[in-house]
Nanobody
Framework: QLQLVESGGGLVQPGGSLRLSCAASGFTLDYYAIGWFRQAPGKEREGVSC????????YYADSVKGRFTISRDNAKNTAYLQMNSLKPEDTAVYYC???????????????????????????WGQGTQVTVSS
Protein backbone atom coordinates (compact mmCIF):
# COMPACT_ATOMS: atom_id res chain seq x y z
CA GLN A 1 0.00 0.00 0.00
CA LEU A 2 1.41 3.32 -1.10
CA GLN A 3 1.90 5.63 1.86
CA LEU A 4 3.49 9.03 2.48
CA VAL A 5 4.25 10.31 5.97
CA GLU A 6 5.35 13.87 6.66
CA SER A 7 7.31 14.96 9.71
CA GLY A 8 9.30 17.93 10.94
CA GLY A 9 6.60 20.52 11.38
CA GLY A 10 6.23 22.65 14.47
CA LEU A 11 6.25 26.13 15.96
CA VAL A 12 9.08 28.43 14.93
CA GLN A 13 9.77 32.14 15.29
CA PRO A 14 9.88 34.42 12.25
CA GLY A 15 13.25 34.11 10.57
CA GLY A 16 13.69 30.58 11.80
CA SER A 17 14.10 27.32 9.88
CA LEU A 18 12.43 23.95 9.67
CA ARG A 19 13.14 20.85 7.62
CA LEU A 20 10.19 18.76 6.57
CA SER A 21 10.59 15.12 5.63
CA CYS A 22 8.33 12.93 3.52
CA ALA A 23 8.93 9.21 3.95
CA ALA A 24 7.47 6.90 1.33
CA SER A 25 6.54 3.26 1.84
CA GLY A 26 4.89 0.65 -0.30
CA PHE A 27 6.43 1.96 -3.50
CA THR A 28 9.75 3.06 -4.96
CA LEU A 29 10.11 6.80 -4.91
CA ASP A 30 12.49 6.71 -7.89
CA TYR A 31 9.59 6.55 -10.32
CA TYR A 32 7.64 9.46 -8.88
CA ALA A 33 7.70 13.23 -8.92
CA ILE A 34 7.21 14.70 -5.47
CA GLY A 35 5.42 17.87 -4.51
CA TRP A 36 5.06 19.89 -1.34
CA PHE A 37 1.79 21.75 -0.93
CA ARG A 38 0.35 23.85 1.84
CA GLN A 39 -3.07 24.94 2.97
CA ALA A 40 -3.79 27.74 5.38
CA PRO A 41 -7.20 28.14 7.06
CA GLY A 42 -9.74 29.53 4.64
CA LYS A 43 -7.39 29.28 1.68
CA GLU A 44 -6.98 26.88 -1.19
CA ARG A 45 -4.19 24.32 -1.27
CA GLU A 46 -1.22 25.77 -3.13
CA GLY A 47 1.87 24.25 -4.67
CA VAL A 48 5.01 25.22 -2.76
CA SER A 49 7.67 23.19 -4.53
CA CYS A 50 7.94 20.15 -6.77
CA UNK A 51 10.83 17.95 -7.87
CA UNK A 52 11.18 15.44 -10.66
CA UNK A 53 12.08 11.79 -10.06
CA UNK A 54 15.73 12.38 -10.99
CA UNK A 55 15.96 15.76 -9.20
CA UNK A 56 16.78 17.29 -12.57
CA UNK A 57 13.83 19.67 -12.56
CA UNK A 58 12.35 21.70 -9.73
CA TYR A 59 9.59 24.23 -9.24
CA TYR A 60 9.20 26.86 -6.54
CA ALA A 61 6.31 29.17 -5.90
CA ASP A 62 7.35 32.82 -6.12
CA SER A 63 6.52 33.29 -2.46
CA VAL A 64 9.20 30.80 -1.35
CA LYS A 65 11.95 31.24 -3.95
CA GLY A 66 15.31 31.80 -2.33
CA ARG A 67 14.03 30.61 1.07
CA PHE A 68 12.89 27.00 0.53
CA THR A 69 14.84 24.12 -0.99
CA ILE A 70 13.34 20.84 -2.12
CA SER A 71 15.44 17.69 -2.32
CA ARG A 72 15.12 13.94 -2.33
CA ASP A 73 17.13 10.89 -1.40
CA ASN A 74 15.80 8.02 -3.46
CA ALA A 75 18.04 5.56 -1.63
CA LYS A 76 16.19 6.48 1.57
CA ASN A 77 12.84 6.75 -0.20
CA THR A 78 12.48 10.20 1.34
CA ALA A 79 11.95 13.75 0.14
CA TYR A 80 12.68 16.95 2.04
CA LEU A 81 11.69 20.58 2.18
CA GLN A 82 14.23 22.87 3.84
CA MET A 83 12.50 26.07 4.89
CA ASN A 84 14.60 29.07 5.90
CA SER A 85 13.75 32.67 6.76
CA LEU A 86 10.24 31.63 7.67
CA LYS A 87 7.51 34.23 7.75
CA PRO A 88 4.13 34.26 9.53
CA GLU A 89 2.46 33.90 6.12
CA ASP A 90 4.15 30.50 5.75
CA THR A 91 1.90 29.17 8.50
CA ALA A 92 -0.14 26.29 7.09
CA VAL A 93 -0.54 22.53 7.02
CA TYR A 94 2.12 21.18 4.68
CA TYR A 95 1.47 18.08 2.61
CA CYS A 96 3.72 15.98 0.45
CA UNK A 97 2.32 14.22 -2.58
CA UNK A 98 3.55 11.88 -5.29
CA UNK A 99 2.70 11.19 -8.90
CA UNK A 100 4.20 8.42 -11.01
CA UNK A 101 6.08 9.86 -13.99
CA UNK A 102 8.19 6.85 -14.97
CA UNK A 103 6.98 5.54 -18.29
CA UNK A 104 5.06 8.71 -19.07
CA UNK A 105 5.81 10.98 -21.98
CA UNK A 106 8.52 13.55 -21.12
CA UNK A 107 6.12 16.37 -21.92
CA UNK A 108 3.89 15.12 -19.11
CA UNK A 109 6.69 15.41 -16.56
CA UNK A 110 7.61 18.85 -17.86
CA UNK A 111 4.02 20.03 -17.47
CA UNK A 112 3.72 18.61 -13.95
CA UNK A 113 6.95 20.27 -12.86
CA UNK A 114 6.16 23.57 -14.57
CA UNK A 115 2.84 23.95 -12.81
CA UNK A 116 3.16 21.99 -9.53
CA UNK A 117 -0.60 21.67 -9.30
CA UNK A 118 -2.33 19.58 -6.63
CA UNK A 119 -4.72 18.03 -9.15
CA UNK A 120 -1.84 16.22 -10.87
CA UNK A 121 -0.79 14.35 -7.73
CA UNK A 122 -2.51 11.09 -6.87
CA UNK A 123 -1.04 10.09 -3.50
CA TRP A 124 -0.97 12.29 -0.42
CA GLY A 125 0.35 12.30 3.10
CA GLN A 126 -1.67 13.33 6.13
CA GLY A 127 0.03 16.71 6.53
CA THR A 128 2.18 18.40 9.16
CA GLN A 129 1.43 21.73 10.81
CA VAL A 130 3.92 24.57 10.45
CA THR A 131 3.29 27.65 12.59
CA VAL A 132 5.48 30.73 12.33
CA SER A 133 4.83 33.07 15.21
CA SER A 134 6.65 35.09 17.83
Amino acid sequence: QLQLVESGGGLVQPGGSLRLSCAASGFTLDYYAIGWFRQAPGKEREGVSCISSSSGRTYYADSVKGRFTISRDNAKNTAYLQMNSLKPEDTAVYYCAAVRTFGRQPIYTIRVLNTCTAGDFASWGQGTQVTVSS
